[in-house]
């Protein structure tokens, strides 16, 4: 009898299992993905389509192509939950989809449950085509206004920070009128990275006349602004949520083993511990053994075992291990083509370091839309 696996969003591994469906297909079985949206963002080049120097479709991989290609079913919805007795994902329409084997790759969005307002005012980073509607609004009404307009960047990670660079880049070049701020509730921009990264970016920032708002945590967000730490009320015109990851409820709420924020626990081979017919990669999959911070990186690198696993998850024979790198490299754009490498203690960057990334990432890209067999 035919078997049915079930792929739940298209973020950075789902792309490499689809394309590797695709090159070398399971036999005696149906593969569908369910996904909200046609394309899906790559991450990487995010960043570089904001400040102006990617079109769309250089950053956004085609699913509905890819999966025509790889014979897969798309269907155009979100999951809700999971049944786990009757192995079935209900959609947001209602729908019910049946599967013998489930692999989650379904990203995360900024943390805003612990901020009231936030909800109703500003727009966060993911969703990203939501965000990217909301960006093209900002950006016209930067280019008519006749005062600046007030923008706050919430999060001071190599996302908040990329994403300022780049939007404060494509304001200047449009002509438009924006100031920027970035606020943080800790004491530095980039925690997470060496200090010869965070002495450059700081450096950036200030040249570039982007305000920093560091040791102040956000109380509340009103119709008007943001209430920070100090109980001060701060005007801003639009708010853009870049904080740290946050799962959806669904995968707890559906009786999955998770960790303690929520992301679904998995084990060396990128499988449930508690229901061993579900497989998670990317953001929304937290590896007990291994832990690591959430990062396209590591989704891009689990896609290759991800797929590996689920061929043997269908066919009955033993599942291989996963072990993601210790130190990856980050190259980290400042918004006008230049960026800087942060690997471990070591930072360097400069107009060369944004030309090697580019090449990183069209390479990236290219694989998607030509389907090159490489490994
Ligand atoms: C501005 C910015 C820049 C970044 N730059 C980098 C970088 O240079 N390098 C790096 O390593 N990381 C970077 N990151 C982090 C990176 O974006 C994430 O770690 C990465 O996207 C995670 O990939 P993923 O596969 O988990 O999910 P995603 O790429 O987020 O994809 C998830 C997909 O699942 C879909 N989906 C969501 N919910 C459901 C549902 N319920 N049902 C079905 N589908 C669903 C979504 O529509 C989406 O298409 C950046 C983040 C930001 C905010």
Same mark, same amino acid.
């Given at each position: 009898m035919?078997? #049915?696996?079930?792929?739940?969003?298209?973020?950075?591994? &789902?792309?490499?299992?689809?394309? #590797?469906?695709?090159?070398?297909?399971?036999?005696?079985?149906?593969?569908?993905?369910?996904?909200?949206?046609?394309?899906?963002?790559?991450?990487?080049?995010?960043?570089?389509h904001i400040a102006g120097h990617y079109r769309f479709e250089d950053c956004h991989i085609d699913l509905a192509a890819l999966c025509n290609r790889a014979g897969i079913a798309l269907v155009a919805d979100k999951v809700t939950g999971l049944d786990l007795q009757q192995r079935a994902a209900r959609c947001g329409n209602g729908a019910d989809l049946a599967y013998d084997v489930v692999s989650v790759d379904c990203g995360s969005t900024p943390v805003t449950a612990n901020i009231p307002g936030a909800e109703n005012h500003g727009v966060p980073i993911k969703p990203v085509p939501a965000f990217l509607?909301?960006?093209?609004?900002?950006?016209?009404?930067?280019?008519?206004?006749?005062?600046?307009? #007030?923008?706050?960047?919430?999060?001071?990670?190599?996302?908040?920070?990329?994403?300022?660079?780049?939007?404060?880049?494509?304001?200047?070049?449009?002509?438009?009128? $924006?100031?920027?701020?970035?606020?943080?509730?800790?004491?530095?921009?980039?925690?997470? &990275?060496?200090?010869?990264?965070?002495?450059?970016?700081? $450096?950036?920032?200030?040249?570039?006349?982007?305000e920093m708002q560091l040791d102040t945590p956000v109380q509340r967000a009103t119709p008007g602004g943001l209430?920070?730490?100090?109980?001060?009320?701060?005007?801003?015109?639009?708010i853009i949520w870049v904080t740290g990851a946050a799962a959806p409820a669904w995968p707890r709420a559906s009786g999955l083993q998770t960790d303690a924020s929520g992301f679904i626990a998995v084990n060396r081979h990128l499988q449930s511990p508690s229901h061993a017919f579900v497989f998670a990669a990317g953001d929304i999959a937290s590896m007990l053994e291994s832990p690591r911070p959430k990062s396209g990186v590591h989704?891009?690198?689990?896609?290759?075992?991800?797929?590996?696993?689920? #061929?043997? $998850?269908?066919?009955?024979?033993?599942?291989?291990?996963?072990?993601?790198?210790r130190m990856v490299l980050a190259l980290i754009s400042t918004g006008d083509r230049c960026a800087v490498a942060s690997y471990g203690p070591i930072a360097f960057g400069g107009a060369w370091v944004w030309r090697w990334k580019d090449r990183i990432d069209s390479r990236f890209m290219a694989r998607y839309n030509s389907l090159t067999p490489e490994a």
């Open positions: 035919q078997k #049915r696996l079930l792929l739940i969003g298209g973020g950075h591994s &789902h792309v490499e299992v689809i394309r #590797r469906l695709a090159l070398k297909p399971e036999p005696g079985v149906a593969v569908t993905l369910v996904s909200p949206d046609r394309h899906t963002a790559y991450s990487g080049m995010l960043p570089g509607e909301q960006w093209t609004a900002l950006r016209a009404s930067a280019r008519s206004a006749t005062t600046e307009l #007030r923008v706050a960047v919430v999060g001071a990670g190599a996302g908040g920070v990329e994403l300022v660079l780049a939007m404060a880049h494509c304001i200047d070049a449009d002509g438009g009128r $924006a100031r920027f701020t970035i606020i943080s509730d800790g004491p530095a921009i980039l925690a997470a &990275h060496p200090a010869g990264v965070r002495r450059r970016f700081m $450096a950036v920032l200030q040249r570039r006349g982007i209430v920070l730490g100090n109980c001060e009320s701060a005007a801003f015109d639009h989704a891009v690198r689990q896609g290759p075992p991800l797929t590996e696993n689920l #061929r043997r $998850a269908l066919r009955g024979t033993a599942l291989k291990c996963h072990h993601p790198q």
